[in-house]
């Protein structure tokens, strides 16, 4: 009898340019356990400029995270979206909500600054509430940093993670993996 393993593993890398063709280098690995119903996501992300700083806004939401003023630095919980090709989980800001005017703190997303050839590796674990995904895919909000955009940053051993002082919108980009097909256990375009 053929026994399926608990957990599959799978690992991708991407690449994208962003504002001024800024590199950014994205090595993935997909722990996915059908039995739990999580995956364990492991990256490392790379910053191919020798000059300019990357924001990577994978910290969450300033308003979401209890003590975040205190210990921002652990990854924040990821959205879940569903799309026609899968389920996505996105580390970025999303839309303001309507209290944002009230409360300009209450929901400021947090991002790593990424020194110029810097490197950042983290992980985190996400599980699906609902049915088990078929596809699968993680995607991460970056964007050349500009300090005037941020305020209060927090030294960390990730790096300096920065409170977003407004709109963070010009320049961000999303670096997204391949999907995950959960059938094959492997990454497919």
């Avoid at 800001?93 to 590796?121: C, F, H, I, R, S």
Wanted: proline share 7%; charged share 20%; glycine share 8%.
């Amino acid at each position: 009898m053929n026994a399926q393993p608990d957990t599959t593993t799978a690992t991708a890398d991407t690449r994208l340019r962003v504002q001024d063709g800024q590199e950014v280098s994205l090595h993935t690995e997909f722990h996915y356990s059908a039995d739990a119903n999580t995956v364990l996501v492991r990256y490392r992300l790379r910053n191919g400029s020798a000059d300019r700083a990357l924001a990577v806004f994978d910290r969450g939401v300033y308003g979401d995270r209890a003590g975040a003023a205190f210990n921002p630095g652990p990854v924040g919980a990821p959205r879940v979206e569903q799309q026609a090709d899968g389920t996505v989980l996105l580390h970025g800001p999303g839309p303001a909500p309507a209290t944002a005017a009230m409360d300009p703190l209450g929901a400021a997303p947090l991002a790593v600054e990424l020194k110029p050839g810097g490197e950042l590796a983290d992980q985190f674990v996400h599980r699906f509430t609902d049915s088990a995904p078929k596809r699968l895919r993680w995607c991460v909000a970056v964007a050349t940093f500009d300090e005037k955009q941020f305020r209060n940053p927090v030294k960390t051993t990730h790096g300096p993670i920065w409170t977003a002082a407004g709109d963070t919108s010009t320049g961000r980009q999303l670096l997204c993996t391949p999907w995950y097909d959960v059938g094959t256990a492997r990454f497919v375009e």
